[in-house]
């Protein structure tokens, strides 16, 4: 055997052990990627599991939380009654003090009357008793004892006659001052009556405040449990909420290698917000809109497709056609378009070293439509091209590729920001947000008015942004 033969039946030798290799490490990888697509799969069903689990548990707090507030609402509207009846209360018994003070203020001056009237009374019958005593002087006079005085008779039956005139006067004010009296003492005893009414009504109202009282105490302790049962459910609801979001999260980052995890995909747009303004949930709702987060970004275009880039975009000829047609399409005999996206996308790819013909493009959503869609952001080749500058500036990347996560998010936040998301007005109609405005901009430029197809394009995008809104508040703990 000559050495060439010998050298030719090495070679022939190795290259069968290359192919046994090869066959083998195929086989390795093809069992390897089947055996991680089980494990993705098996752990997908199994955070899906857990996921409804979770969500199902919350649900049932949710319902408990709200059922404890129905009842917190309850004893609310019952403690506004106790209050108010506890105020009634208060107002009456504040009444009936006043009442209680200003009989004890007439029994006063009543008692002080019959004091009055009995000191007067007590001072006419000492008169009198002086009256009658000096009557019965003159009426033991013997007449040699009246002839003997200095006196005359008559003088002395004019004592007497007056004597007689002062105790009948005197008798008449007994009487009177006795009538009075019993009067003024009759009015006291029916004011030491109604007094002791007053008193035990004041009493009753008493008690009844106190119970009230109770009452509201009792109230306002299952008022304060309730709330605090209502705190412990909320707790444990924003616990449940931030477990779901975590799950949902992790299901996102299970799917084809062609995604973005939630988790990037909320850095990413975080990171465009803090360089354009532009809120983060809006610039992720743009890309679950556009891409499902870079899951379907283009079905054209890839090897094995029914239709490559130059059947699917505008080109050099369309846009010849355009300005031949006075710039317009309008009435134009052959196909043009104000873009030429074939030119610009070869000069694309081209500057980023990627095969043309391989990467995948949308298709065109209808027969009269245009597609060539770009990355998960979906930019057409010639909107990308007029922003490709300042995305390099805030990316650092030269030149930026519209199949890069991170150079997609800040051209999609940039592009935001040029179609009026962070401005304060909306600039499409009064009853339109800035955001929604923005949107629809996005999707299908500045024509206004939009059809009923695009405003469903900007709801969608303003619901999905509030979905995310509130996952990425619970992820932040907020």
Same mark, same amino acid.
Not at 106 to 128: M, T, V, Y
Not at 247 to 259: C, E, G, M, V, Y
Not at 360 to 382: D, E, K, N, V, Y
């Given at each position: 055997?000559?050495?060439?033969?010998?050298?030719?039946?090495?070679?022939?030798?190795?290259?069968?052990?290359?192919?046994?290799?090869?066959?083998?490490?195929?086989?390795?990888?093809?069992?390897?990627?089947?055996?991680?697509?089980?494990?993705?799969?098996?752990?997908?069903?199994? =955070?899906?599991?857990?996921?409804? &689990?979770?969500?199902?548990?919350? $649900?049932?707090?949710?319902? /408990? +939380?709200? %059922? *404890? #507030?129905?009842?917190?609402?309850?004893?609310?509207?019952?403690?506004?009654?106790?209050?108010?009846?506890?105020?009634?209360?208060?107002?009456?018994?504040?009444?009936?003090?006043?009442?209680?003070?200003?009989?004890?203020?007439?029994?006063?001056?009543?008692?002080?009357?019959?004091?009055?009237?009995?000191?007067?009374?007590?001072?006419?019958?000492?008169?009198?008793?002086?009256?009658?005593?000096?009557?019965?002087?003159?009426?033991?006079?013997?007449?040699?004892?009246?002839?003997?005085?200095?006196?005359?008779?008559?003088?002395?039956?004019?004592?007497?006659?007056?004597?007689?005139?002062?105790?009948?006067? =005197?008798?008449?004010?007994?009487? &009177?001052?006795?009538?009075?009296? $019993?009067?003024?003492?009759? /009015? +006291?005893? %029916? *004011? #030491?009556?109604?007094?002791?009414?007053?008193?035990?009504?004041?009493?009753?109202?008493?008690?009844?405040?106190?119970?009230?009282?109770?009452?509201?105490?009792?109230?306002?302790?299952?008022?304060?449990?309730?709330?605090?049962?209502?705190?412990?459910?909320?707790?444990?609801?924003?616990?449940?909420?931030?477990?779901?979001?975590?799950?949902?999260?992790?299901?996102?980052?299970?799917?084809?290698?062609?995604?973005?995890?939630?988790?990037?995909?909320?850095?990413?747009?975080?990171?465009?917000?803090?360089?354009?303004?532009?809120?983060?949930?809006?610039?992720?709702?743009?890309?679950?809109?556009?891409?499902?987060?870079?899951?379907?970004?283009?079905?054209?275009?890839?090897?094995? $497709?029914?239709?490559?880039?130059?059947?699917?975009?505008?080109?050099?000829?369309?846009?010849?056609?355009?300005?031949?047609?006075?710039?317009?399409?309008?009435?134009?005999?052959?196909?043009?378009?104000?873009?030429?996206?074939?030119?610009?996308?070869?000069?694309?790819?081209?500057?980023?070293?990627?095969?043309?013909?391989?990467?995948?493009?949308?298709?065109?959503?209808?027969?009269?439509?245009?597609?060539?869609?770009?990355?998960?952001?979906?930019?057409?080749?010639?909107?990308?091209?007029?922003?490709?500058?300042?995305?390099?500036?805030?990316?650092?990347?030269?030149?930026?590729?519209?199949?890069?996560?991170?150079?997609?998010?800040?051209?999609?936040?940039?592009?935001?920001?040029?179609?009026?998301?962070?401005?304060?007005?909306?600039?499409?109609?009064?009853?339109?947000?800035?955001?929604?405005?923005?949107?629809?901009?996005?999707?299908?430029?500045?024509?206004?008015?939009?059809?009923?197809?695009?405003?469903?394009?900007?709801?969608?995008?303003?619901?999905?942004?509030?979905?995310?809104?509130?996952?990425?508040?619970?992820?932040?703990?907020?």
């Amino acid at each position: 055997m000559n050495m060439k033969t010998l050298c030719s039946l090495h070679a022939s030798r190795l290259f069968l052990v290359l192919v046994i290799a090869v066959f083998v490490g195929g086989v390795f990888l093809v069992g390897s990627s089947f055996v991680l697509a089980n494990d993705t799969d098996a752990r997908r069903a199994e =955070l899906e599991a857990e996921l409804a &689990e979770v969500q199902a548990e919350y $649900d049932a707090l949710e319902r /408990q +939380k709200n %059922a *404890l #507030e129905r009842e917190s609402v309850s004893y609310e509207r019952d403690l506004e009654i106790l209050n108010y009846q506890i105020n009634q209360a208060a107002a009456v018994i504040r009444s009936l003090n006043l009442g209680i003070e200003e009989l004890s203020i007439d029994i006063d001056k009543k008692e002080e009357i019959i004091g009055l009237l009995s000191n007067k009374l007590s001072r006419q019958k000492r008169s009198l008793g002086q009256l009658i005593k000096k009557t019965d002087e003159l009426d033991a006079f013997s007449l040699v004892e009246v002839m003997l005085s200095n006196k005359n008779i008559s003088e002395f039956f004019i004592d007497l006659d007056s004597f007689d005139a002062i105790e009948k006067s =005197l008798n008449e004010s007994f009487r &009177e001052i006795e009538t009075t009296k $019993d009067f003024t003492h009759e /009015q +006291k005893t %029916a *004011l #030491e009556s109604t007094l002791e009414e007053q008193i035990e009504l004041r009493n009753m109202e008493l008690f009844e405040k106190a119970q009230i009282d109770e009452k509201q105490k009792e109230k306002s302790e299952l008022l304060n449990l309730k709330e605090e049962e209502i705190d412990s459910y909320e707790s444990t609801l924003k616990e449940k909420e931030r477990t779901i979001a975590e799950i949902k999260a992790a299901l996102f980052s299970l799917r084809d290698s062609t995604d973005i995890s939630f988790g990037e995909a909320v850095e990413f747009a975080k990171t465009a917000s803090a360089k354009t303004g532009v809120r983060p949930a809006l610039i992720l709702a743009i890309f679950k809109r556009e891409s499902d987060m870079g899951k379907n970004i283009g079905t054209c275009n890839r090897p094995g $497709d029914s239709r490559d880039w130059n059947e699917i975009m505008p080109g050099p000829v369309h846009y010849r056609n355009y300005v031949a047609n006075g710039k317009s399409c309008i009435g134009a005999a052959s196909p043009c378009s104000w873009r030429d996206d074939q030119t610009t996308f070869l000069d694309i790819t081209d500057r980023l070293g990627i095969d043309h013909n391989s990467v995948p493009l949308s298709c065109p959503a209808g027969a009269s439509l245009w597609g060539g869609a770009m990355g998960p952001a979906q930019f057409i080749p010639t909107t990308w091209s007029l922003l490709e500058d300042r995305i390099g500036q805030l990316t650092g990347h030269t030149p930026p590729s519209p199949w890069d996560p991170y150079d997609a998010f800040v051209a999609s936040a940039m592009l935001l920001k040029d179609n009026g998301a962070t401005k304060s007005y909306s600039g499409c109609n009064q009853t339109t947000s800035a955001e929604k405005c923005a949107a629809l901009r996005y999707f299908a430029g500045w024509g206004q008015p939009y059809s009923l197809g695009e405003l469903s394009y900007g709801n969608y995008v303003m619901e999905w942004a509030a979905e995310y809104q509130s996952q990425i508040d619970i992820l932040d703990g907020e």
